[in-house]
């Protein structure tokens, strides 16, 4: 009887054993899989992007994403969202000063010292402004309010916003030519370019909402389309006066020649128009 029930213990142990292992396994996998939904990462969670099919621009080239948020408390910065993406690329890429050097909240309060809050503006024109101190403007509703920008005059900064020369400090992928590359995103950042994503959503009336995030990597599927993207943007803390770095994960659906958000916020609708792409300056200096 004794050894029946000992025998019966050890089963009843290898069982649980087996359980937990199952359990344990598939929850590790699942740990390693892109989330089906909008999902957010801190600096605190990112050994959870440990996989395979995931590109992140600092895992490549050092250092870390950059969240530079708008303040619920500033009336200054309520439509610098590209002014804010562009800091973030600032401050990664190393192209800042000795007043401004990586730290990307100080950059984006010097945008909005020298920019009004009536603002419609680009990767490419906030760099051309941070390389040569001159806006600009291609259509766009804001003006600068003072002078200012001009750091690296000597650098040749295109003036063309959809060049894409190699070995260019700055390269830009407009509507058109994305629709024919959809992946010429993932060549920016693999090779060393931080990049600023201009995502639109179109309305009945034949208008556009238009928002500018900062793009830090992908994640792609078996036939190397994204499956999504990580990104921060200055918009998703707008009500915290102090909010966290969170890098966001963000699935996508490629249709009709267009990556569409499965959902962006609590809205759909929302897809990639174009981006812009400045080199590391570590990346350039080599070339």
């Known amino acids: 009887m004794l050894h029946y029930n000992v025998t019966m213990c050890k089963k009843i142990i290898i069982i649980i054993v087996i359980i937990l292992f199952i359990i344990c396994g598939l929850d590790g996998i699942e740990s390693k899989e892109m989330p089906a939904e909008m999902h957010v990462f801190t600096h605190d969670t990112m050994n959870m992007l440990d996989n395979k099919s995931v590109f992140l621009l600092f895992n490549e080239f050092g250092g870390t994403f950059h969240d530079t948020e708008k303040n619920p408390d500033n009336d200054d910065d309520d439509w610098l969202c590209w002014a804010a993406a562009s800091a973030n690329v600032l401050a990664w890429t190393g192209w800042g000063t000795k007043a401004y050097s990586s730290d990307a909240d100080r950059i984006f309060t010097y945008f909005q010292e020298c920019w009004n809050d009536n603002s419609s503006g680009s990767g490419f024109r906030s760099w051309y402004w941070w390389f040569k101190g001159i806006d600009v403007n291609n259509g766009g509703s804001s003006y600068l309010e003072k002078e200012g920008g001009g750091f690296f005059p000597e650098i040749d900064f295109p003036d063309d916003a959809w060049g894409y020369e190699k070995k260019s400090v700055y390269r830009g992928v407009g509507k058109n030519y994305l629709r024919k590359r959809p992946m010429k995103l993932a060549d920016?950042?693999?090779?060393?370019?931080?990049?600023?994503?201009?995502?639109?959503?179109?309305?009945?009336?034949?208008?556009?909402d238009s928002h500018i995030i900062t793009l830090w990597g992908y994640s792609y599927s078996e036939d190397n389309q994204f499956s999504g993207i990580f990104i921060t943007d200055s918009d998703d803390s707008k009500k915290a006066t102090n909010p966290g770095d969170w890098l966001v994960f963000y699935p996508l659906t490629y249709l009709n020649s267009k990556y569409y958000f499965n959902t962006y916020g609590d809205e759909s609708g929302w897809y990639i128009l174009a981006g812009y792409g400045l080199a590391k300056r570590s990346v350039f200096e080599e070339y």
């Open 188 to 208: 920016l950042l693999r090779d060393g370019y931080g990049v600023v994503l201009q995502i639109v959503k179109d309305s009945d009336d034949g208008d556009r």
